[in-house]
């Protein structure tokens, strides 16, 4: 237990579960290393009684909501590590794999995925040292009738490792990169700087080795615990196009980190030899298009990423702009619409929680020296009240999942306050809100989130910017969707998603009904460009969702969303087929065009996620076969002739790619 002690007197303490550690907790920053949930212990003289609060919750029963928060399954489902997940091997015996290949450690564990809604016990799962051993893997596979899935961090939530309640018995070895496939060392040339790192290796990490180097990379996901397999799987990103004015050097690229990439190593089947076998893949090998963004379709063991010098950045939050302003109509002209700020800094995300009228907006600006104001970092994670759970959202996120679904406005309203005060430290919207979140927003919660000074202006190297999501963070499921557009689009696309979203939340909510309780987030980038690697020849990736189209070369951005709520939250499933349909509907093909996200939530149906037949079936690949070029089906047709025993598959993949 770690314990803060308030100016008032009175106390806070954080109780840190610490599923993912192997000893006592630690702070940093006000940010804990393990999955962390706040409660507010109350003692002393300060204490008071249990006294009614706004809309019928007591200060007990809101105190309570952090214990059920505790116990939720949504949280701790979520935190299990491969250290805690072998601890929590229980049930009946489980055959072990058959004549598994002796020197390469197995053993059962749970699977969790980040959100916790992909949930299976006691798979076996195996640690191999060497990519050779992974070879060794699957030529055991293939004789046995058996499959093989990696897996990195678990940080995602589409199906793409296992489906969810995937049976202890089932004839699949889970392959844990984490453990020993970490390798990271320098590549390329002084003109053409790269790094090679193996699939296990943390972005943080790889960007680490980068910055040592005086390197970086434009733009990339935002947590720091994502392996590089998984990045390159799913054609991971962050935000980034050129600002207005701003020339991109050398090895900058601006679709996904997957098209950074020069060669890979990927272990594929060897006709000739009638084995399994480690090659070596160039970006120009017509072969290679297909493993960039693979979605675990096979096996790459490493990759080589050409990187750009490093620049300094300057991150700038504000949370002063309505909603309707910002997302304003094309062409609405005040300067502070969200393409304007694009425009500017060519880095731009905004994240909207829901049942609010401000959304936090972040950009990236190119600044070589600290401006007068900005606080330096040097290190990643520099929004501790977003990072860990506060107390007054650990709080009422636990009566929301306790059953109290119609406080969503209330949690949105709690979460935009609590990022206002870490942000800016002006604590006017505070004084003006309802008695219950006053309640919440208690004197030791106020002093606790001020401790560590303000947020809203911060400038150092790129890692120190581009990776701000911790594990411990809040976690949530979340849709996600790319729209490929022309550049001068971008204000009408966020008008025509916004505006599409917020019809829908308040025709729920006038039903009674709040399947959102996060938030929407919106982020751009390039199309995937193929000469930003270097490499003559090279094929952007074929499945990547900001493939371009051939038949729209004017379209060259892409708008990221998606939207956030709390894993088993009532009628979100529902929601997200509404708006599924929305978008589809609206971005035809005409003017725009929209792809799922595949690390995330799409084919909706009224009580599931990833089981629309129409949409997995038509309306995916449709999405990558328009306008014409290799797509989908060269894609598919290259993963199984690298594979064709589907040694590399489950059932979900199975029926998506074919």
């Known amino acids: 237990m770690i314990t803060d002690l308030a100016a008032s007197g009175r106390r806070t303490a954080y109780i840190v579960l610490c599923g993912a550690c192997s000893g006592p907790p630690r702070q940093s920053d006000d940010a804990w290393e393990g999955p962390a949930v706040a409660v507010e212990a109350v003692s002393g003289e300060n204490s008071r009684a249990a006294e009614p609060a706004e809309g019928g919750l007591s200060r007990r029963q809101l105190l309570a909501g952090s214990a059920a928060l505790g116990g939720a399954a949504w949280l701790l489902r979520g935190v299990i590590t491969p250290d805690s997940a072998q601890a929590e091997v229980a049930g009946p015996a489980v055959a072990a794999p058959p004549a598994f290949p002796p020197g390469i450690e197995v053993y059962r564990q749970s699977f969790e995925n980040w959100a916790g809604e992909l949930h299976a016990d006691q798979l076996w799962t195996c640690a191999p040292q060497t990519p050779q051993d992974v070879v060794t893997l699957a030529n055991w596979a293939r004789a046995q009738g058996w499959r093989l899935r990696p897996q990195g961090f678990r940080h995602t939530w589409a199906p793409l490792t296992v489906a969810d309640a995937t049976p202890a018995a089932s004839a699949v070895v889970l392959v844990d990169t984490t453990r020993h496939l970490t390798g990271i060392s320098p590549a390329g040339s002084a003109g053409a700087p790269a790094v090679r790192a193996q699939a296990g290796a943390s972005m943080e990490q790889l960007l680490a080795e980068l910055a040592g180097r005086g390197l970086g990379v434009t733009h990339c996901p935002a947590p720091g615990d994502v392996t590089l397999g998984g990045v390159l799987a799913i054609g ?136 007068f104001g900005s606080r330096a970092v040097d290190q990643p994670y520099n929004y501790p009240f977003s990072d860990s759970i506060p107390t007054p959202v650990a709080t009422l996120a636990g009566e929301l999942v306790g059953g109290s679904w119609g406080l969503a406005p209330t949690f949105g309203q709690l979460q935009f306050l609590i990022t206002e005060l870490g942000l800016t430290g002006d604590l006017t919207d505070v004084l003006l809100s309802g008695t219950l979140l006053r309640d919440l927003l208690t004197l030791d919660v ?22 701000y999501v911790r594990p411990t963070t809040l976690r949530v499921t979340a849709n996600g969707y790319a729209v490929l557009c022309r550049r001068a689009d971008i204000q009408w696309v966020v008008n025509q998603v916004t505006t599409g979203f917020q019809q829908r939340l308040t025709q729920y909510q006038g039903n009674g009904q709040f399947p959102v309780n996060g938030a929407v ?91 629309d037949p129409v949409v997995l079936g038509q309306l995916i690949p449709a999405s990558h076969r328009a306008g014409g070029g290799p797509g989908w089906d060269a894609a598919v047709a290259t993963l199984t002739r690298l594979d064709p025993h589907a040694v590399f598959s489950n059932p979900f993949l199975d029926q998506l790619l074919r």
């Open 236 to 371: 991971g990103h962050g935000t980034a196009v050129p600002a207005v004015g701003e020339n991109p050097l050398p090895g900058q690229g601006y679709g996904s980190v997957s098209n950074l990439v020069t060669e890979l190593t990927a272990v594929v089947w060897d006709a000739a030899a009638g084995q399994f076998t480690l090659r070596t893949f160039s970006r120009a090998d017509p072969d290679c298009a297909a493993l960039l963004v693979h979605l675990g379709r096979a096996f790459v063991t490493e990759a080589v990423l050409r990187a750009a010098p490093d620049q300094q950045l300057r991150c700038q939050s504000r949370v002063d702009i309505p909603a309707g302003e910002l997302f304003a109509p094309q062409g609405t002209g005040t300067g502070r619409q969200f393409a304007d700020f694009v425009a500017r800094t060519g880095r731009a995300e905004a994240i909207w929680y829901a049942f609010t009228d401000r959304p936090w907006l972040k950009t990236w600006s190119i600044t070589p020296t600290q401006p």
């Open 521 to 611: 987030e919106i982020r751009v980038t390039g199309l995937e460009d193929p000469a930003t690697c270097g490499v003559p020849g090279a094929q952007p990736p074929l499945l990547s969702a900001i493939r371009p189209r051939p038949d729209h070369p004017e379209w060259d951005t892409a708008v990221w969303f998606d939207v956030l709520t709390l894993p088993n939250t009532p009628g979100h499933q529902q929601f997200g087929r509404d708006l599924e349909q929305f978008l589809f509907a609206t971005f035809d093909g005409s003017r725009a065009a929209v792809r799922v996200e595949w690390s995330k939530g799409w084919a909706y149906t009224a009580d599931a996620t990833w089981a």
């Open 446 to 467: 106020v002093t606790h989130l001020l401790a560590g000074g303000l947020h809203s202006d911060l400038w150092g190297p790129s890692r120190a910017l581009l990776q």
